[in-house]
């Protein structure tokens, strides 16, 4: 396993940026001709973008997690982007952060490591606005990811973006722009499953969970209670929980258990 930190520059940001990776390597017994060379290369590695909330970096789910020995037991690669506040959208007054993740991203990360382009070998998650952007890549792009699991996430801005704090209010008209379009738009999660529910694409698997005593529990509901009804193909939990780390440190090994082909895949790998 390697844990690699890549700065680089996004022509789509106009701006440096980085990414988090961590990538699981083979350690297959030496060749006879080349006595200590533990390390080989592999096959394309199946991979989940990791995505990070409102108030943290690319470098909070290793720091706050065990991430790295969880995804070492499955081999598979991670990728942990740095988006700021962005609420993984193209900003109305800020840097196209949608444009970002969803295009640039991952032709950056393939083009630096051997990363498959297979739907069936990509997945993304999230913590609170993570989780919004992880419902949002999954259900704006379904054919390009199996799988998207939201904790805890903020996954009805339509509801909740004229909520809260003047300087709340204020900071959403800068990402999103004009409030009252916000409903039905391409940032409403509610209105992007029904949308997908009707066109006949590939369905990736979604799972969502939130603590009963979370803020955005009630959001949570809201978009349960959608997806349900539209009949996605949504896993749901919830339990007892706050908006903290020690129930996402949980809950994100209960994510790459649900994964789909998970369960045993590289159990035996040394």
Same mark, same amino acid.
């Not at 970096?57 to 942990?80: C, F, K, N, P």
């Not at 950056?108 to 998650?125: G, T």
């Not at 903290?244 to 045993?264: A, C, H, N």
């Given at each position: ?6 700065? #680089?520059?996004?022509?789509? @940001? ?5 990414? /988090?990776v $961590? ?24 991979? @989940? ?14 720091? &706050? ?12 690669? +991670?990728?942990?982007?740095? +988006?700021a ?15 970002? $993740?969803?295009?640039? =991203?991952?032709? +950056?990360?393939?083009? =630096? ?31 390009? #990811?199996?799988?998207?699991a939201?904790?805890?996430? *903020? @996954? ?6 004229? &909520? ?10 800068l ?15 509610? *209105? =992007? ?16 969970? !939130? ?14 209670? !959608? ?7 949504? /896993? ?23 994964l789909?082909?998970?369960k ?7």
């Amino acid at each position: 396993m390697a844990l690699i930190h890549c700065d #680089f520059f996004s022509h789509t @940001l106009g701006l440096s940026t980085a990414m /988090t990776v $961590i990538l699981p390597l083979a350690r297959p017994q030496a060749e006879p001709n080349l006595p200590g060379t533990p390390w080989a290369p592999r096959r394309t590695y199946q991979t @989940l973008y990791l995505l990070h909330g409102m108030s943290d970096d690319h470098t909070i789910w290793q720091r &706050r997690t065990s991430i790295e020995r969880y995804a070492d037991a499955l081999g598979i690669a +991670v990728v942990m982007p740095a +988006v700021a506040r962005s609420f993984y959208t193209d900003m109305a007054s800020g840097p196209a952060y949608w444009s970002f $993740i969803s295009e640039e =991203l991952p032709a +950056v990360a393939r083009a =630096l490591f051997p990363f498959s382009e297979a739907r069936e070998d990509n997945f993304v998650a999230g913590l609170s606005m993570g989780g919004y952007g992880a419902f949002k890549l999954a259900l704006r792009h379904p054919e390009r #990811f199996a799988a998207a699991a939201s904790l805890s996430g *903020a @996954l009805n801005v339509a509801a909740s973006a004229k &909520r809260g704090p003047k300087e709340w209010i204020r900071e959403r008209r800068l990402i999103f722009g004009n409030l009252e379009k916000l409903p039905g738009s391409e940032n409403d999660l509610l *209105a =992007l499953a029904g949308q997908l529910a009707q066109s006949g694409r590939p369905q990736p698997a979604l799972y969502q969970w !939130c603590g009963t005593e979370d803020f955005l529990y009630q959001d949570n509901l809201a978009f349960r209670d !959608c997806a349900r009804q539209k009949g996605l193909d949504l /896993t749901y939990e919830e339990g007892p929980g706050s908006h903290e780390w020690q129930y996402w440190d949980t809950m994100i090994q209960r994510v790459l258990e649900w994964l789909p082909g998970f369960k045993s895949i590289n159990r035996s790998m040394p």
